[in-house]
């Protein structure tokens, strides 16, 4: 946000017609808006920090409690449901102080005020989890950088509330603190857990298809016909460290003797792109001699690939994916590219 604030005044202090005070103010009081999963989201810059920020905190409520992209990221029936099972949350938590209320009279400390009072420090205590946990959901994206990491983040973190819950008897007038601590803690834990293996039905579908579809190392005489594709693929490919081609359903990756694991990696991003092109914008193979011209599939994932495969590379390593230690097993088959002529 704030490299997007410097740029726009960098912009302007770089056109002349631009430089005058007038100008300036009524450029930046134009609205700005952020696309956000294929919505517009209204920010203004916030002068003071540097930074842009939501126009009220409404969106940002919005935001917070409704899943990103919403409404046309879930089901028409997504709000409703979310309604009912806040209903069933708050039936939950009222039969739950009831329950502990009933544990308290059973073991002895009678009707009044004094376990009334605890059942009450109770839900003060599981409510500041509840929480905390939805706004730290907030950040569930950061969790998916080095999942291992933060998973045995979580545990420690977990273990750790459960001891700060074992300590309550010996300071028990900080139930309440600690407990809110440990219960925070606890859900901290639970939503980097779930964070760590949540995928959305679609995503899991499609990279099953492609982990079966998939054949990195192929044989270069196992996926052509003529000396044609192979003049075709050569000729379309000899920038790259691969070739990557369609057959019998199959997304066939041929390594060149000098593939690097990065050129691997740019591979699955083209098959990647090649599945979503089959997927949604129905464009079948029709052979790798096609394909590979102007307007054939491949030549249009590749030319995808090379214009955007350094930025998505860069936006990873920005956040912590590390991008060059490919964890994959290839076939051991390479080709040594020579003269096609």
């Not at 579809?213 to 000396?227: A, M, V």
């Not at 129905?282 to 590749?302: A, K, M, V």
């Amino acid at each position: 946000m704030a490299a997007a604030a410097a740029a726009a005044a960098a912009a302007v202090s770089g056109n002349p017609s631009l430089s005058s005070p007038s100008n300036q103010n009524e450029i930046l009081t134009q609205p700005i808006y952020e696309v956000k999963a294929g919505n517009l989201i209204k920010i203004f810059p916030d002068y003071l920090n540097d930074i842009f920020i939501a126009s009220n905190p409404g969106e940002f409520f919005v935001r917070l409690m409704l899943p990103e992209g919403f409404p046309n990221s879930v089901t028409s029936d997504y709000l409703e449901y979310s309604l009912w099972r806040a209903v069933q949350g708050v039936a939950c938590q009222v039969s739950g102080v009831l329950a502990t209320q009933a544990l308290l009279y059973a073991v002895g400390l009678g009707k009044g005020a004094i376990p009334t009072a605890a059942a009450i420090n109770w839900v003060l205590k599981d409510g500041i989890g509840y929480l905390s946990k939805i706004l730290l959901s907030d950040f569930g994206r950061h969790f998916d950088v080095n999942p291992k990491g933060w998973r045995l983040f979580a545990d420690l973190l977990e273990n750790a509330a459960f001891g700060l819950e074992m300590c309550t008897p010996a300071f028990p007038h900080l139930f309440v603190p600690i407990g809110a601590f440990a219960g925070a803690s606890r859900s901290a834990a639970s939503l980097i857990q779930a964070q760590s293996i949540v995928l959305s039905s679609e995503a899991k579908d499609a990279a099953v298809e492609i982990e079966s579809r998939l054949q990195l190392g192929s044989k270069l005489s196992e996926i052509i016909n003529n000396k044609e594709e192979v003049l075709a693929l050569f000729s379309l490919y000899k920038n790259e460290g691969y070739i990557l081609s369609e057959h019998t359903g199959k997304f066939c990756v041929v390594l060149k003797e000098n593939c690097s694991q990065l050129d691997m990696l740019k591979a699955l991003f083209q098959v990647n792109y090649l599945y979503w092109l089959e997927k949604n914008a129905g464009i079948e193979g029709r052979g790798s001699l096609y394909d590979c011209n102007p307007g054939g599939r491949l030549q249009i994932s590749l030319e995808y690939a090379e214009r955007e495969f350094n930025h998505v590379r860069n936006d990873g390593e920005s956040v912590g994916w590390i991008t060059d230690g490919l964890i994959a097993r290839p076939l051991p088959n390479r080709i040594r590219p020579g003269n096609t002529e």
